[in-house]
């Protein structure tokens, strides 16, 4: 099979055919149609999370199923279904508080790869899924199916950047109605996190990023009011302005960067929620003013893939989709073939994308 492969850090990926093994127990061999570029995936093969190579990315995935390992009771072969890197075992004690997101268990695919190149020297499955591929295996708890009149490149985003933005305020922070929104990068997981807000009645909802263009789309997605992050005393006199000179009840800082951590702070206020979503580089600190921080009596939380269950959200987004409620054609700026993912990759990073997806 093809696949766009990671050889060094921060060099293009190559595209080559490689091996895939059967499914072992529990596993299932999917026909991936659909992979969207999340910005994980570039951190990944740009080396600033370190990691193993060779390896495949793409974790933000969807396909139909091909074969099935022993022991397979959620999926049938021909189902259409979401791929995630979601694994949840179901008994651990973190499946047990009800939080399979944070799964302790050990899975075979935790330490074997299924991938191999054509000598059969061992190819890691990046982020869990290796979804820059014509197939790829993973656990059973990985997948949902889903309705089959639900177009794949659509329903691919909701493996990550959609469950992890709107999941962040739906399930970490649980926003209610009227309560003022801030959401800091407004790229694929921060529109999602304002529709996030949006279907949760959150008011005012506040988009701030650098791109006038994302400011754009975040209006479109329920975003009250938008401003550009780039003068920051403004920012911070707009929030003001729209929750009474308290500052917000929550902010979500959806880009992995310090900077925003630190435009956040000011911006919530006292008694409020700073939620930490985008993934900054292993390095990446910032320093907490803790004496404020008590006094304002302020909560940080982070959030790990939008605190997802993904076997009950997944429907239920799905079902917001097809009522019209939730987006997600939108998302896409572009469609490439799997030839062409570098090229997808470096309109990502310009930042003017919001999901290119790599059709397979």
Known sequence: MRAAVCYEFGKPLVIEEIEIDPPQTGEVLVKVVACAICHSDVHKIRGDWGGKLPTVAGHEAAGVAAA???????????????????????????????????????????????????????????????????????????????????????????????????????????????????????????????????????????????????????????????????????????????TGGRGADYVFITVGSPAAVAQGIPLTRRGGTLVLVGIPDDRATHPLPLAQTVWREQRILGSSMGSTRLSTQVPQLVSLYLSGRLKLDELISARFPLEQINEAIASMETGQALRNVIML
């Open 68 to 242: 099935v390992g022993p022991g397979v009771t959620l999926i049938q072969p021909g189902d259409h279904v979401v791929m995630s890197l979601l694994r949840a075992c179901g008994r651990c004690f973190f499946c047990n508080q009800g939080q399979p997101h944070l799964c302790s268990a050990e899975f075979a695919l935790t330490t074997e790869s299924r991938l191999h190149a054509a000598d059969g020297s061992s190819i890691e499955q990046g982020i869990k899924v290796a979804g820059f591929a014509e197939y790829a295996v993973v656990d059973q708890s990985q997948l949902v199916s889903i309705p089959k009149d639900i177009p794949l490149d659509s329903a691919s985003l909701l493996a990550c950047g959609v469950i992890t933005g709107l999941g962040a305020v739906v399930n970490t922070a649980k926003v209610g109605p009227g309560q003022s929104v801030v959401v800091i990068g407004v790229g694929g997981v921060g529109l999602n996190a304002i529709q996030g807000a949006a279907l949760s009645g959150g008011d005012p909802i506040i988009a701030v990023d650098l791109l006038d263009s994302k400011l754009e789309a975040a209006l479109a997605f329920g975003a009250t009011h938008a401003v550009n992050g780039r003068d920051g005393e403004a920012v911070i006199e707009k929030v003001q302005s729209l």
